[in-house]
């Protein structure tokens, strides 16, 4: 399997070469050259499968013999064997024909879990035989910097600095993050929003001159391929206990950098039987704007009680974009040049075809904790808030009748006790594991809005 880029500037790049570059060369993101397409046999003898052996089946063939079996397999099994429920990725029927694919049950309790702790141990046994280190850098809206930092703090092979946009996440995502030890873990506070934060890492990614001569920048962002190719395996997974590829299903997706509904692209490619990919934003409603209105214009950000999905500029979307494009590079890079300068449209050939492959919703913060409290009081199931617009925006975009939807739940309520206390409910108490999570120390710098400022601080800090 090879990887090209979406702005079609550099040669086709084998699994190890886009694990440790992330961004590529020409600024684009690299995707399968070919998408393996598996029979309805293929899939149905994958039913009751344990996750990991679903999901060795499922990865192998993007990565073929580049890591051995034998050692991918060691990789797998240690990573969810991290998770707290038997079967990683529970259903969870809510009401007829609706149900919630529980994914929180790993360390961090969010679903970024599924892919970073395996991205954290690919990493190693690269590094590990290359003998080589690197500089770990991503950006936040809450979530991936625990994820991120809890699957790669433990490798002596690299440095990981995070940032995260100053005073826009919640109280337990920042704590999360900035309570975990270790002499190669750095936590940035950017005064500026998740999408700053992301120009910034893309920034630095594209001129890596203020690095020690010997390293590179690795993504574990989600514009790192290795965390979308993970997560393609959960869609499997639910759709194979409703019955696939027998029975056809849909998925709801809370959406912010569009990585996580991707890999559910990515699966109906490869031929699992989806019939409907909703978008589920918040407030910040660039994905479904476009969907419904063909504008692809950015706004002002807000501020919501689901601010993993205060995104504007959403990475992943490039990924999608390309395959409307026609996989046609240079038509990409010049739309791309020119969003956030004008209200962009693409014609109307392709944007029926968005509205063939995609349904959207968006959801504001009083009706998000309406579905929280309501969903409570029919089920006992208590929402987060990113799961309750998820679940909204599945009951609004409907669906065929005999076709079970599924409502990504991303995270544990816990983590977002605002918007739990705001539909009028206790706030939760945190899992065991995080019970005196509010009483240890955290280590965080606030930094500028400012690419010098973060790239100084990354120089200054690098282990020698």
């Not at 079996?69 to 990789?75: K, N």
């Not at 969907?291 to 689901?306: G, Q, R």
């Not at 925006?393 to 918007?419: N, Q, V, Y």
């Amino acid at each position: 399997m090879k990887y090209i880029s979406t702005r079609s500037g550099c040669s086709p790049q084998s699994f190890e070469d886009v694990l440790l570059t992330g961004l590529a060369p020409d600024g684009g993101l690299f995707v399968p050259e070919e998408l393996p397409v598996l029979t309805a046999d293929e899939i149905r003898s994958y039913q009751g499968l344990a996750y990991p052996e679903l999901a060795l089946k499922i990865i192998t063939p993007f990565i073929g013999d580049e890591i051995p079996a034998g050692d991918l397999r060691a990789i797998i099994e240690e990573s969810y064997a991290e998770f707290d429920h038997p079967e990683v990725a529970p259903l969870t029927q809510l009401a007829e024909n609706e149900w919630m694919l529980e994914l929180y049950h790993g360390p961090t309790l969010a679903f970024k879990d599924f892919a970073l702790q395996v991205l954290g141990r690919l990493l190693e046994h690269v590094l590990t035989r290359k003998d080589q280190r690197v500089v770990i850098l991503g950006a936040t809206s809450g979530d991936t910097g625990s994820a991120a930092l809890e699957g790669c703090r433990h490798s002596a092979h690299v440095d990981i600095f995070i940032l995260h946009p100053h005073g826009r996440v919640s109280d337990v995502q920042r704590k999360q993050m900035t309570t975990v030890t270790g002499n190669n873990v750095f936590n940035l506070a950017v005064k500026g929003n998740f999408d700053d934060c992301q120009r910034i890492v893309k920034a630095a990614f594209a001129d890596q001159s203020f690095l020690p001569t010997d390293r590179q920048l690795v993504a574990v962002n989600s514009i790192n391929w290795a965390r979308i190719l993970m997560q393609i395996v959960y869609y499997f997974s639910a759709a194979l206990k409703l019955g696939a590829p027998d029975q056809a299903v849909s998925f709801s997706v809370p959406t912010g950098n569009f990585g996580d509904i991707y890999a559910g692209y990515l699966a109906k490619g490869m031929g699992l039987p989806i019939e409907r990919l909703i978008v589920a934003t918040n407030k910040n409603d660039i994905l479904h704007r476009f969907i419904h209105n063909n504008d692809y214009s950015v706004t002002d950000l807000s501020e919501t009680f689901s601010p993993s999905m205060d995104i504007l500029v959403s990475s992943n979307f490039e990924r999608y974009l390309f395959d409307l494009f026609d996989r046609d590079g240079p038509t990409l890079a010049d739309f791309m040049g020119r969003f956030g300068k004008q209200t962009l449209c693409v014609s109307e050939q392709q944007w029926q075809r968005v509205k063939d492959c995609f349904d959207s919703a968006s959801v504001d913060d009083a009706t998000t904790c309406e579905v929280i409290a309501e969903v409570f009081q029919q089920t006992g199931k208590l929402l987060d808030p990113h799961t309750a617009v998820g679940v909204k925006a599945a009951r609004d975009c409907g669906g065929s009748a005999d076709t079970p939807i599924i409502a990504l739940a991303t995270a544990h309520p816990a983590k977002f006790s605002e918007a739990i206390t705001s539909a009028g409910l206790k706030t939760p108490e945190l899992p065991v594991q995080l019970q005196d999570l509010f009483e240890r120390e955290e280590r965080y710098s606030v930094v500028a809005n400012e690419l010098d400022e973060v790239t100084s601080f990354i120089k200054a800090h690098c282990r020698r």
